[in-house]
């Protein structure tokens, strides 16, 4: 694991304290785990604006985000984004289907 150092407010240390006193662990737990969520969370952002605008397939947007083809379309469903499936996404549900 790597060390990175950073420096934090003070409303965003009481709450990584809190959160860590909550939960029974220490502050860097509780700050790892949720720059983590964040980074997902970012992730999923990204992929939806590049799916809404048209430059990735639903398949090379589930690809980047790090999920199935299921989770993305349910996804774009709770973000009432249109899907627009392309050839390329109905292989590769096929694909994924038969793999199960």
């Given at each position: 694991?790597?060390?990175?150092t ?6 965003t240390?009481?709450?990584i304290e ?23 969370e ?12 048209g430059r990735?397939?639903?398949?090379k ?6 999920i199935?083809l ?5 996804l774009l469903?709770?973000?009432r984004?249109?899907?627009n499936i392309t050839?390329?996404?109905?292989e590769e549900?096929?694909?994924e289907?038969f793999?199960?």
């Open positions: 694991m790597k060390n990175l950073f420096r934090v407010d003070e409303e240390y009481k709450e809190e959160t860590a006193d909550r939960e029974n662990m220490d502050k860097s737990t509780v700050a790892r785990r949720l720059l983590k969520a964040g980074i997902e970012a992730r999923k952002r990204r992929v939806i604006k590049q799916y809404r605008e990735w397939s639903l398949w947007a589930a690809n980047e985000a790090g199935s299921r989770e993305m379309m349910e469903v709770e973000e984004i249109t899907l050839p390329e996404d109905v549900a096929w694909r289907a793999e199960e």
